[in-house]
């Protein structure tokens, strides 16, 4: 499924956060937005999940505007995890994940084996089949933040928006939750779009990367030539050096000499 950005401008006030984005996001690509804090990046993701409007520009899916899919047929199509998700009532963690089939249930709405299969696979997938009886309430912040990608990942839509998903995550944690992003992408054909402040994650595991500074410029394109320790200095408002071992990199303050 292609996401295209056609001129989109957001403003928060008097701030002009994007001025003037024009981008195509295809099946398969697994797009990183970085920036500093108040840059943008969840105000973009509510307007690519059709939950908020731009200043000014379109969103379309597959050739068609955002605004005028259905609501039903976009909730069939694309999947959203906010960054904070709070839990006003018990429930277990099997029935949490399965809401997130609401969109495809059927008949009197009862979920079906296949909505129950899909459920425990996303479980799997995040090491979580042992939690399938726990109450969410008694999980860590960490153990929801998992849960919460895992009924993402249960929903089954072709494009998957997720605001800050390694938010809480130990670092093993964030590796998993990385792969399980990158094979939905690789594997299924998925379009991936997550938020991220960890720049050497993004570089390891996106495709692309959105930049955003917070003033209204944005650079896109293939990760390694957006989050460059230039780019990436730049938007951040601190210096930031690129160092090699063999094949890795990793971009690290650069901290000047006294």
Known sequence: MTLHLDAIVIRAGARTLIDGLTQSIEAGDMWCIAGPNGAGKTTLINVLAGLGKAASGIVSLDGRALASWRAADLARVRALMPQATHDAFSATVLDTVLLNRFPHLTGWGWESDEDRNAAHAALDTLGLASFAA??????????RQRVALAAVLCQNAPLLLLDEPLSHLDLHHQIDCLHALRDAAREHKRTVIFSC??????????????LLDGKGGTHAGPVADVLTPERASAAFGYPLALIRD??????????PRS
């Open 134 to 143: 726990r109450d969410v309430l008694t999980l860590s912040g960490g153990e």
């Open 197 to 210: 402040h960890d720049l050497n994650l993004a570089r390891r595991f996106a495709t692309h990367a959105l």
């Open 246 to 255: 063999g094949e890795h990199e990793a971009l690290v303050p650069s901290i």
